[in-house]
């Protein structure tokens, strides 16, 4: 039996969508309603396409209205808005944005993928404000362009350090922009704790990028030329980017009297439907759940919308299909760094007041002998009763990634913290070390696990100075001439089993290095000695 | 108690294992043979250091004699080689390479981690042939290094097409000698199977390297300079590298009567003892499970070494340990190619009679509008029942190894090929797509499984055309000018849908395109349609 099946957004899921549903039957009709001028177009390569990086337009559009109409015989109405729902009915209103005309058409089922957009605050000024724009459209991306290429503008404001903003940030920056970010937070990129995005910081000033913490826009002055600042300071403008964060397009379902969430999702069950069976909703538009909590979550990234559109379409078939929540797993590169993250971080991990333990390590991404090789920073997160891994961030310039992906297969494998050692990782000088940064976190991990090492952590140590507590810097002297720990004991590690007797055995030792190894190492032999060592995670 | 034990080898196995037993225990003695001047020196490295890719000798050496020795409280004896073990008395008889001195030492517990040497066949004129070199060791490197520097070489031979050849391979190019390599089998680099080992062929062609197939080596002649193959064809050789398989050392425990494999390596249990518990085994020297099939196997890598080097440490301090077996993940760059695989391949199926469905896809190793992305080719192998995943295979420019790690996790996560789907893995245009190559690997064996696409392989298409079937080329007209399978009909894709009259229903028709996706969303119209249609893997 053939049905009428009308999809609603035309790009990530909605095209995915279409493109599955016809591969499973070639009997259906399919109807997809794009209210912009195109669909299927590469969201993700905006910022470089402004930044020059892709030079060719026409590669941002993966797929035309023509070409994808015919290649999978569907009806595709692009420039035409979906309006409204009537569920009684099964008709969808539809509105050409051109003409102005409205019409009906029935659906047997409705797939919403309309998308997120901007956080648009009506900030005061904000409608005089020639200079200012948001990006999600490849129109968006057409102005901001024409902008950059016409104007020649000298500095850029960015609000927001997400990973849009910082995007924008190194695309404008190879366009010759000086630019500012503004960020209300007090660090970049959110997925990352704050000591890791502090390691962003630095590779943005490094390229000349001006951060602006703790402070937002209050108003914007003089056609947005002048930006006023929460904080009462102005700063210039010749161009900014609005990019503080999407909503959900969730206004069709909310006439429809469709269930949305506390954060404005669109609610769905595991087979991504609405509480009418008929109308299924995916993508940026709904509120998924935290894959690790199960707790909801709002997650606009493009795996999630091309999984759960193809998802959508096999359970339209009648296939037992199940969505378990989105990891978050995430990756951008800003300048020559990686930045990639999965599952829950510890800012999440302690909102929730949950038990976790967190380790950090800076291996190289390759052997160190073979050139080409940097560090990676790689903090791994895990339940300590359990093993069972909460989370991973990575930065670092080369391998980043991969190690990011590996610790989200192995999540999605149920493998506790102790496996990560056990995987069998592809080793040769110029890819990795014998012992792989991903199996280096498993032992890491393991040895708090085990009990066999106690650590503490970097945000502890102001207050254990305080408390007088010893601390003891194992590393060369010739290394602590460029910075310290005030009052920490220099024992190099080399020297430690000879001066074991300047320490006491009747109260907690703290040790730390540079990057946690030697640190552990001089721990282990304090322990075995009968000292109480604890190590400084990450060095 | 404080135990007395000794390793025998002090390189990735041994070395492991002392440092691992130290960070245990400060009590036992530990102490390591080495027979040669260096320990815990870079294997992996050292073809790049004939290269000059590695340009400073001593990063070579990972860890001194001396260095090692204060840092884990070690006694280390290199130059230092055992000849001997008497299981009763549990003694050890050690000889002094540069005096030739022996004494004894006895033991608590014995590792062996002696490795395994290059196979070095009795051929004819051997002795006599001054350029001749093996590679194992640093006092190998320095030799074959000192020949390209001093004899300048125009012209190498490498017998075998192994990783160690083929990297030999790539930094003798580098160095300005011409390479030739002579493979007894029809095929470079054996974990891989002939199809995607032939994208490997065109790479070392196109830097000047020449193969030579099916023919080994049947006498040298000349002190070497002349090369007489079995073929009976004479190659001139100005250096040549014999590398064609290593074999287990496993001298000291044959003649202590510990039980070997019928390949020469050492047997062990589950938590790596030999039939006499005191004594260990571990590395290049044992016998392992393969880790998919459980049966016997020879894996000489590095990843394996190390591991069972924590293992044993960890297992000599009461931890139950158990090593589950190894499955072979290995990487090499080959000039700018990545070679990556783990798990079984189908030469190993087909032999082993399992049952197995292959398939093979070539997805860019990120979004393909981004610069610098280059096409994978990825080959999955599972089985049609279970949907375990067997093995895989990747060979191209970027991503490769990446994609081999995600998939050598997944398999430890007992993870399914219908699960690869649902991997949720990092995207960003310059990392991925937002369905990852190894999410698309997973897709397409999905559809196989299911039973959705039937699809067929490049090896029976011979037989096809004798038996005069109907193969359908549904490229572009264009595409065929460089070469199409002779009496294919073409109608590219677009067409299909008009022209379906012009093929039976009655009978198989054969789909194929450029890399199997095109075929496949054909195969998909044409079933939908009533026919019996088939797509090639891999296209
Ligand atoms: C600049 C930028 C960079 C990004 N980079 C990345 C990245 O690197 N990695 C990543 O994972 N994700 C990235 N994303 C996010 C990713 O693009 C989205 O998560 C994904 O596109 C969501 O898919 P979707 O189908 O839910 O919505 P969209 O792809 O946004 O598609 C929704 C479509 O629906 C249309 N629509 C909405 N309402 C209606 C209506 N009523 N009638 C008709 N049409 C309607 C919209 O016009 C829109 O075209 C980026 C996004 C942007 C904007
Ligand atoms: C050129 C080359 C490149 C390689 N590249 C890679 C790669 O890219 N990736 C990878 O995974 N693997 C690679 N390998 C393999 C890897 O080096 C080995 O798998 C690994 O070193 C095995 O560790 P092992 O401890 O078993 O043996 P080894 O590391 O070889 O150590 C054994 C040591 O024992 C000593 N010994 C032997 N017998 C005695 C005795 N009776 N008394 C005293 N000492 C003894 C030997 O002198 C030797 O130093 C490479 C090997 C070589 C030679
Ligand atoms: C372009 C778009 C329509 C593609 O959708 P799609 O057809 O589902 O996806 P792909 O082109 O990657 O093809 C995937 C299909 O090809 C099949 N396939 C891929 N390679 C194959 C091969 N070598 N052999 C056989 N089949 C193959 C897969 O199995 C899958 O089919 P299935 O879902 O029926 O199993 C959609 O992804 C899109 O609009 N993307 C742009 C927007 C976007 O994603 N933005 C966010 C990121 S910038
Ligand atoms: C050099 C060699 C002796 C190192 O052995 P090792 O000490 O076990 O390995 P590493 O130096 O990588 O250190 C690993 C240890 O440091 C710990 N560690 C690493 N980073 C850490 C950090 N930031 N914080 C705390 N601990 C850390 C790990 O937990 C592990 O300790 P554990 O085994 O007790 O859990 C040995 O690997 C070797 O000889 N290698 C060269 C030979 C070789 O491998 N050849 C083949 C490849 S070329």
Redesign the interface.
């Known amino acids: 039996m053939s049905k009428k099946i009308i999809i609603v957004g035309g790009v990530?899921g909605g095209a995915t969508a279409a493109a599955r549903l016809?591969?499973?039957?070639?009997?259906n009709e399919i109807i997809m309603i794009e209210k912009g001028p195109y669909i299927s177009f590469?969201n993700?390569?905006l910022p470089?396409y402004i930044g020059e990086?892709?030079t060719d337009r026409d590669?941002?559009l993966?797929q035309t209205v023509e070409g994808m109409s015919?290649?999978f015989?569907l009806d595709i109405r692009n420039l035409s808005e979906a309006i409204k729902i009537d569920r009684e009915k099964q008709t969808l209103s539809i509105r050409k944005v051109d003409t102005g005309e409205m019409y009906e058409e029935t659906y047997d089922t409705l797939i919403l993928s309309p998308g997120a957009k901007p956080l648009v605050p009506p900030f005061k000024g904000l409608q005089e404000a020639e200079n200012l724009f948001t990006l999600r459209t490849v129109p968006d991306t057409d102005k901001i362009k024409a902008w950059v290429d016409e104007k020649a503008p000298e500095h850029a404001v960015i609000i927001g350090g997400g990973?849009i903003g910082l995007e924008m940030a190194e695309n404008l920056v190879h366009r010759g922009v000086q630019v500012t970010i503004v960020e209300l937070g007090n660090q970049v990129m959110a997925p990352l704790d704050y000591e890791m995005a502090s390691i962003v910081n630095k590779e943005l000033k490094k390229h000349g990028v001006n951060l602006i913490f703790n402070d937002g826009v209050q108003a914007f002055e003089d056609q947005g030329n002048k930006i006023l600042l929460q904080s009462g300071r102005f700063i210039d403008s010749d161009l900014t980017i609005l990019s503080i964060g999407v909503q959900p397009e969730n206004d069709l379902a909310k006439k429809a009297n469709l269930e949305i969430g506390s954060r404005g999702g669109i609610l769905v069950n595991e087979q991504l439907q609405t509480k009418d069976e008929n109308i299924y909703a995916i993508g940026d538009a709904i509120e998924v759940k935290d894959?690790i909590q199960q707790t909801p979550a709002m997650i606009p990234?493009?795996?999630?919308?091309?999984?759960q559109g193809?998802l959508v379409a096999d359970h339209i078939h009648g296939q037992p299909v199940s969505y378990?929540g989105?990891?978050?797993?995430?990756?951008?590169?800003i300048f020559d760094l990686?930045v990639?993250t999965?599952g829950n971080n510890e800012k999440l991990l302690k909102a929730l007041q949950k038990d976790y333990e967190a380790i950090h390590i800076h291996p190289a991404s390759n052997?160190?002998?073979?050139?080409g090789g940097s560090p990676i920073s790689l903090k791994l997160l895990f339940d300590p009763n359990t093993g069972r891994i909460l989370g991973a961030q990575g930065v670092g310039i080369k391998g980043v990634?991969?190690r990011?992906?590996?610790i989200?297969?192995?999540i999605?494998?149920?493998?506790k913290v102790t496996?990560l050692?056990?995987?069998?990782?592809?080793?040769?000088?110029?890819?990795?070390s014998?012992?792989?940064p991903v199996?280096m976190a498993g032992?890491v991990a393991s040895n708090v696990m085990d009990g066999?090492v106690s650590v503490f952590h970097y945000h502890e140590i102001a207050d254990l100075l305080a408390k007088g507590e010893i601390i003891v810097d194992v590393r060369e002297p010739k290394e602590r001439e460029n910075g310290a720990i005030e009052g920490s004991i220099n024992i190099p590690?080399?020297e430690l089993?000879d001066r074991l007797n300047e320490l006491p055995k009747d109260r907690p030792v703290y040790v730390h290095c540079q990057v946690g190894l030697r640190g552990?190492?001089a721990t282990?032999?304090l322990t075995?000695?009968g000292y109480q060592a604890k190590n400084l995670s990450g060095g």
Do not use: Q
Request: proline share 5%.
């Open positions: 990530a016809r591969r499973l039957s070639e009997e590469a993700c390569g470089y990086m892709i590669r941002l993966v015919k290649k015989n990973f894959y990234l493009a795996w999630p919308a091309n999984r193809r378990s989105t990891l978050g797993t995430s990756v951008a590169k990686t990639a999965t052997a160190s002998y073979y050139p990634e991969k990011i992906d590996v989200a297969t192995a999605k494998g149920d493998l496996d050692a056990d995987l069998e990782l592809a080793y040769a000088p110029p890819y990795s014998a012992k792989d199996n032992y066999e590690l080399g089993r552990y190492l282990t032999i075995h000695n």
